[in-house]
C-alpha cells in the first residue's frame, strides 16, 4: 500500500551550491517580463490536447535558440522533448509541463484573454509551458556546471484525448518519448488557485488521486407506460443503483481511504406513457490507493449483479482507469522538499490531498517523481476561481517561483 515516508529533513547531503541558487533566482527575475510575455501569448493561442502545433513549434524554436544538444518533436504526437547535456557527467533528470487547453469559453477580461472561441487555459499549462521554457533558459546559462543530462518534455493532452483515445502520457511513453537517455526521476508542478501566490504545496507519497471513468447502462424491456409488469423498467432499477453505489464508499471502504463514487449524467427512457427499455449513466471514481479503482469496480459489479437480477434485467458495464494515483517517491520528495525549503522556506507547506488527478501519475510508474503545487491565489486581487472554469486567472508572480522550483530541485538531483 502507499505509505508516505517521514525522514528527517535534517539529514540530507549538500545540495545546490548557494552560489547556484543565487544564480538561478538573478536569472529568473531577469526573465520574468518574458515569463509573462510567453505565457500571455500562449494563452491567447490556447490548443486542445494533441492539437498543441503552434505551441510545440514556440516551445521547439527556443530550446534550439537556447543551443540544447537536440530538440525531439511530434514526441507522442504533439510532444516536444529538449536534452541538455551539463558540462560534467552525471545522472539524468527529467522535467514534465503540460501544454494542452480545454473546451471552455474565457470569462475573464484581461486584455490577453483567449483568442480562440470555447477553448481556454483553464487548467493554467500556458504558465507551465512558460516556466518549463524559463527552467531551459536558466539551466542552459548554468549548463557548465550542471553535473549530468536535463531532459524537458512537454507533454500533450494531459486533459486527455478530445477524440476520446488515450491521454498524453501514455502516447509519450508508447512513443519512448522518456528515453535516450532514460531518466532517473522526473519533476512536474501544476499551478494552484487554492494555494496563495508565493507559496508551495509539498506532499510525500500520494499527491493527487487516481482517475476512472466508466458509462453503464441499465437494460430492462420496454412495454406500454399503463402495463409495467408486462414489461421490464430500468428506470426503478437504475435508482436503486445510484443509492446503492453510494454505499461502496460510505460503507464499504474504510474511512481513512479517502473514495468518491460520482454519477455525472443519467439519462433514459422515450415517453411519458412508455416503460423504457434502458438508462444509462456515466461516472467517474477516484482513489488514492493503487488497487483502488479495482477495487471499487469489483463493488459495483458485486451491487449491479444483484439488483438487475433481482428484477431480470441486465447491464452493461465499461470502465477504465484514466490515471493511476500521483505518488510521490518517498526519497525523493524527501530530498526535494528539503530543497525548496531552503530557497522558499516557511512558504513551502503541506496542502489537504486532492482528489482531482494527473496523467503525471504514468510517469511515476516507470521513474521515480516528484510532483507539487505552486500558488496563484491572489485572494487580496480577486484571484480565486478553480480550475475548469471560465474563471480560471493566475497571479504572474507565480512564474518565476515555478521556474526557482524546477531548476532547483532538478539541479539538486544532479548534485547529489
Ligand atoms: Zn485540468
Ligand atoms: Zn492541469
Redesign the pocket.
Known sequence: MLTALCVSLGAQAPGVPAATRTRVDAIAAEITPALIATRRDLHQHPELGFRETRTAGIVADRLRALKFDEVRTGVGITGVVGILKGGRPGKVVAIRA?MDALPIQEAIAAAYKSLVPNVNHS???DGHTAILLGVADVLSRLRAEIPGTVMLLFQPA?EGDPDGGKTGALRVLEANGLANPKPDVIFGL?LDPQIEVGQIGVRSGPAMASASRFTLKVIGKKTHGAMPHTGIDPIPIAAQIVSAFQTIPARQIDAQQPTVLTIGRMSGGNRYNVIADMVEMEGTVRTFSADGPETVKTKMEAILKGVTASYGASYELNYFTNAPVTFNDPGLSTASIAALKTVFGEKVLTPQLQMVSEDFSYYQQQMPGFYFFVGVKNQARGITAM?HTEYYEMDEAALAIGVRALANVALDFLSR
Open positions: 503540460d487548467c493554467g499549462h494531459e501544476h480550475w
